[in-house]
């Protein structure tokens, strides 16, 4: 019962400074706080021998006890709105590129976040995943040793659910967020997955080809870097699509009940 309200009082602390960074950032966004050993066993081979190596001596201890909190920001309406926009007739790279303006941006708001959080909770953080790499390797594979799955550790910490399109689909804000994770020792109450809500919803896979076969594809994910590859030598700047991300948002069987916080023009 003492580790109990111990867990209780710490998951409250967080989810109190993590609303606190939201204002401060004037962001939306989700946290929630998973189990270190659950996405340990979910991660790759690949990603496990990373956190080992992040962890160093401590792994034994946080796989026996240890949690990992996941925080989402989002993205702003209507940024998602840019992505493949064709008013013109083809893709409106500019627009386009403002998207991808737009995941950088996130980005080092929850870099920010998610030290200042393992700062106060003695974690250590594990920053948003960057773009920038996709031309750097020749298969997607050699991508999977630079990171750990922040969507395993998020969708562990019941923030959302797995998507059609491999995202975490938020009730409210779609697969439209981005993510970060910081490791924590000290006792924090963990969540459990929720289960898939996206039933008979084909917005993802109807907007794109590889998601809606990715079971003949030998890998659908090598094929959507090449197609990443495709965009930029088009005009986009960034190792970004967001094409499925859109689809969810605006054409899912939850487009009604999704919903982001306004862009303010300065």
Not at 34 to 43: G, H, I
Not at 106 to 112: A, D, F, G, H, P
Not at 128 to 135: K, L, N, Q
């Amino acid at each position: 019962m003492k580790l109990y309200n111990e867990a209780a009082v710490n998951t409250q602390a967080l989810y109190k400074y993590f609303l606190k960074l939201l204002e401060e950032e004037n962001e939306q966004g989700a946290t929630g706080v998973a189990s270190f050993a659950a996405v340990y066993d979910e991660l790759m081979d690949v990603q496990k021998e990373k956190l080992r190596r992040i962890t160093k001596d401590h792994f034994s201890s946080f796989y026996e006890s240890g949690s990992i909190i996941s925080i989402g920001v989002t993205y702003k309406d209507p940024i998602i709105d840019y992505i493949d926009d064709r008013q013109s007739g083809s893709p409106d790279y500019k627009l386009w590129n403002e998207y991808a303006k737009e995941y950088d941006r996130i980005n080092q708001v929850l870099n920010r976040m998610s030290v200042s959080i393992a700062q106060r909770f003695e974690g250590i953080p594990l920053k948003a995943t960057i773009g920038g790499m996709i031309e750097d390797v020749n298969h997607v594979h050699d991508y999977f040793p630079m990171v750990i799955s922040h969507r395993v550790v998020a969708e562990n910490a019941g923030i959302g659910w797995l998507g059609k399109n491999q995202l975490l689909i938020h009730k409210k804000f779609s697969c439209a967020l981005r993510l970060a994770s910081i490791i924590v020792p000290i006792p924090m109450l963990q969540r459990k997955k929720i289960e898939s809500q996206c039933g008979d919803c084909r917005a993802c896979e109807d907007a794109c080809s590889y998601i809606r076969h990715r079971e003949q594809l030998q890998d659908y994910r090598e094929n959507c870097r090449r197609y990443i590859l495709y965009l930029k030598s088009r005009g986009l700047e960034k190792d970004v699509c967001g094409k499925c991300i859109k689809a969810c948002y605006r054409s899912s069987v939850f487009e009604k009940q999704f919903t982001l916080q306004p862009q303010i023009k300065s």
